[in-house]
């Protein structure tokens, strides 16, 4: 098993491979031989990227269909080529693409999914992954055995993403099979992109995120204005998100996204163990709250009991004014 290598699929963006997928890499190259496989017009671009990571092969099908945000196309040309080449683990990032494509490709292959690692390691006649459960309070080891390959997603932020030391080029492998007529079926008529934040929260440095002691939708401005002067971006509690305050896209928690910024500050968040979850691997991790008994103080970094609507524009005017004398 070990002579098979590990196939990650590639999730990108305008010719970029998301971070999440950069960490699959870095982890699965402590695993054995890499091989990664990039879809798409700017898969030249995707590449380039991926070479500083070490993949020993790259699989790439330059074909605008697969662009689109429809995965039939993909589907078809990943699972020819898994047929084909058999990897002992196929791994993608736990986000709505890389679930969609592997729950479709397992389910193609007649093999089972192991949802969510946070850890991923090969054994002798399987693959073991580790995952959280019951709101990050407990860790959850599971297996897939029989024959592979195995199927695996992964949380984003779960490895370091680490370039290889010294790399060679790796082999690029056009995948000639285009796809068949019926999965282009579906068309895809535009493409509408968050205005204001053009950076994911899963790939974020500094996150600024508000709750329900925001009060209503308006108070997100001030926690924008912070983020800007810091160059984060904002998120949102679950209770924000329920409110119809902030977009969904933006909810960190357990029914969110997993993020693990430099920075992270909740404002007017209690800390609830279902937003802990998708925040407790912050690298510094403040609370502004006026309530002193809110649980989040139990395992914030630096903890602010006050009001947030006094302690946020003081903030955001104090990194204002030190970036000003710094430049």
């Known amino acids: 098993m070990a002579a098979r290598p590990i196939l990650v699929l590639i999730e990108s963006w305008r010719g ?67 047929e084909r080449e058999r990897p002992a683990l196929v791994l993608a990032t736990a986000t709505v693409w890389g679930k969609d494509l592997l729950g479709r490709l397992a389910t193609g292959l007649g093999a089972g999914l192991l949802a ?38 992964v949380r984003p932020k779960s490895f370091a993403a680490v370039p290889a030391t010294n790399p060679p080029a790796p082999e690029v492998v056009t995948l000639a099979d285009a796809p068949s007529p019926a999965t282009r079926l579906a068309k ?41 002067a810091l160059g984060g971006v904002v998120g949102a509690s679950r209770a924000a998100v329920d409110s119809g305050w902030y977009p969904g896209t933006r909810q960190v928690g357990q029914t969110g996204k997993t993020v693990k910024p430099k920075l992270y500050i909740a404002c007017g968040i209690s800390g609830a163990i279902q937003h802990k979850v998708g925040m407790q691997g912050s690298g510094t991790i403040i609370a502004i709250n006026k309530d002193p008994e809110a649980p989040i103080f139990r395992f914030a970094d630096l903890g602010i009991v006050g009001d947030l609507f006094e302690v946020v524009p003081q903030l955001t005017a104090e990194v204002k004014a030190r970036k000003a004398r710094d430049a």
């Open 188 to 228: 895809v008529l535009g493409l509408v992109a968050e205005a204001a934040q053009v950076q994911s929260l899963e790939e974020a440095d500094i996150i600024v995120s508000g709750g329900r002691g925001l009060g209503g939708p308006e108070k997100f401005a001030l926690l924008q204005d912070l983020a800007d």
């Open 16 to 82: 970029v491979p998301k971070r999440g997928s950069l960490e699959i890499i870095s982890r699965a190259r402590e695993l054995g031989e890499v091989w990664a496989v990039t879809l798409g017009r700017s898969s030249g671009d995707v590449v380039a990227a991926l070479a500083a990571y070490g993949p020993a092969r790259v699989f790439v099908a330059e074909d605008d269909v697969y662009d689109a945000f429809h995965l039939l196309p993909a589907v078809e040309t990943v699972a020819r080529l898994i």
């Open 116 to 153: 969510d690692a946070v850890e991923v390691d090969l054994l002798e006649d399987g693959v073991q992954m580790m995952s959280l459960a019951l709101g990050g309070t407990t860790h959850v080891t599971a297996r897939s055995l029989g024959e592979p390959p195995y199927f695996v997603s």
